[in-house]
Structures are given as C-alpha cells and as structure tokens.
C-alpha cells in the first residue's frame, strides 16, 4: 500500500486552496485568469464579493491563501484580515487595492497581511507573492508531517521510551532545538519591520542571546542583524517599484526611524539610492513598453 503523508500519497504535490475577495467580477476574473494560468499547484475554491460573504465561505472551504480587495461592501479588506487571523493565524492574507496611501500599507504590515499588492493588478506582482507564499506553506507542511511522524513514533514505542531515554536525549534535543529555531525564523519573518532584538527574541524563546546568536546563523547563514536587514531591503524594494511612496515612507513603512541609515543601508546592499533603484527600475518599464 503507497504511503501517505498528511493525507496525500508520498511525492504527490500538495494543492494549496485559494480564494478571492473582490467587489468588481472582472477583478475576481483577471485575478483568478493569472493564478490558474502562471501558478501551479493552487486551486481557486471559492470567489466572494464582500468581505462577509468572504467569512462565510472562509469557514466553509478552509482556503490557505485569501486575495483580497482592501476597500469592499460591509466588512473591508483590513477588517477582514483582522478577523479571519484571530480564527486562523496561520492563513497567509494578501491585500489588493488601489490605494496608494502610506497608511492603508501601514495598517495591512502591523495587521500581518502577507503581502499588499497595488491595482492595476499585474502578472509578475501575483507570479512573485505567490511564489513566496507556496515557499511559506510547503515549509509548514514539511514542520507538520515531521511532527506527525514523532506523534506516531511515540505511540508506536511509548513503552520503550523510558528505557532509551538517555540514549535518545541527543536526538531529543535535536528535534527541540529544530523547532524553536523554526519559531523564531517564523516570528522574525512576521515581525521584521517592529523593533526587534536578540535580547528580546532570546527572552520569549528562552534561550541565552549568545546561543540564539550562534544556532540563528547556522540555521540562515546570516546573522540575526543581517537578516532582518535583507528581509526589509527586500520589501523595500517591492514598495520602491510598485508604490508613489515617499522614500521617508518607505523607511518607517520598514521600521527605519531614521530614513538618511535607511538610504545608507540600501546603498551598502545593492549599490545604489532607493531613489535611483526607483527611476532605473521605471527606465526599465518604459524600455519595455
């Protein structure tokens, strides 16, 4: 009999649920035409006009990834994603709007929207956030069926654990250390535009900052510094391309209080001003046009 994992056949790809929240049918359409047309390994279960409408189905057909439109009838965008992560944490919420305003993208990072993509909706901006958001779930998946398989383990050899306690210890801890560094990984990556430090991660994970320090570059071949900054130079990026936002804006939209250090890291990393990253970015577009 063909092993299963998860409820899927071993090598089976996983088919991760997606829903739409639009009130305009030719952007649940366009939206839609895009991830069935570029993106594989999804399936778009249900559409929704509203955002009620959206809690409702939500509910129903437990998607993994909900797009949706920021300004809609009854519940809006930011409501919702305020609600459906209170029922479901783990549910990765893509905001879609053609708001260009600084606190509408404010908002959607302190409410943890996993990404804030601007209308006119374009191909490359879902190709690229759902690209990053199937990297996310398939982590998680891979988290589960690990834990899964230790559950079962342990039921399987309950009675034996006793005796192969003090042997097994080094594996045990293995396996411990494994997961917490898989936690702080996810909590930095939720949280990396907050004033976050060692001092702070290492309290709440219970581990000394010279140990998280030492396992948090093992684990990301970066260190914790490092990181935080390449996970912020990267959105900025994405809000450098596809936003009108000031570059003050985008420095504390990234959690730089001080936008000249933002500039001066930006320029260290990819050699040159976010504002002439800008204008050689729309040089681009237009060649292209």
Do not use: W
Not at 186 to 209: A, C, D, H, M, R
Not at 257 to 268: E, M, P, R
Request: glycine share 4%; with cysteine.
């Amino acid at each position: 009999m063909e092993k299963q994992e998860n409820g899927r056949r071993k090598g089976e790809v996983m088919s991760v649920r997606v829903m739409i929240a639009d009130d305009e049918s030719m952007i649940r359409l366009l939206v839609r035409d895009i991830i069935e047309t570029y993106v594989s390994g999804v399936t778009v279960v249900g559409e929704a006009a509203d955002g009620d409408e959206c809690l409702d189905l939500f509910q129903k057909l437990n998607p993994q990834i909900i797009i949706t439109d920021v300004v809609m009838p009854h519940t809006d965008g930011l409501e919702l994603l305020r609600q459906i992560k209170a029922i479901s944490p783990e549910v990765l919420i893509i905001l879609l709007s053609a708001h260009k305003k600084f606190e509408y993208v404010h908002e959607a990072i302190k409410e943890q929207a996993f990404d804030y993509l601007l209308k006119p909706t374009r191909e490359e901006d879902i190709k690229r956030v759902f690209g990053r958001a199937l990297k996310v779930l398939e982590e998680k998946e891979k988290n589960k069926a690990l834990y899964s398989e230790m559950k079962r383990k342990i039921k399987k050899y309950g009675s034996q654990i006793t005796v192969k306690a003090q042997e097994n210890s080094a594996d045990s801890s293995s396996e411990i250390y494994t997961d917490t560094m898989d936690k702080v990984i996810k909590y930095v990556n939720e949280n990396y535009t907050l004033e976050i430090g060692l001092q702070e991660i290492s309290s709440k994970f219970f581990l000394s900052p010279d140990y998280l320090s030492t396992q948090f570059k093992v684990k990301t071949g970066k260190n914790f510094k490092d990181y935080i900054s390449n996970l912020r130079i990267q959105k900025a990026e994405e809000l450098l391309m596809c936003s009108e936002f000031k570059i003050s804006e985008v420095a504390e939209l990234m959690g730089y209080n001080d936008s000249g250090y933002f500039i001066k890291v930006f320029k260290n990393k990819l050699g040159c001003t976010p504002s002439q990253f800008r204008e050689s970015k729309r040089r681009d577009d237009r060649r292209q046009k």
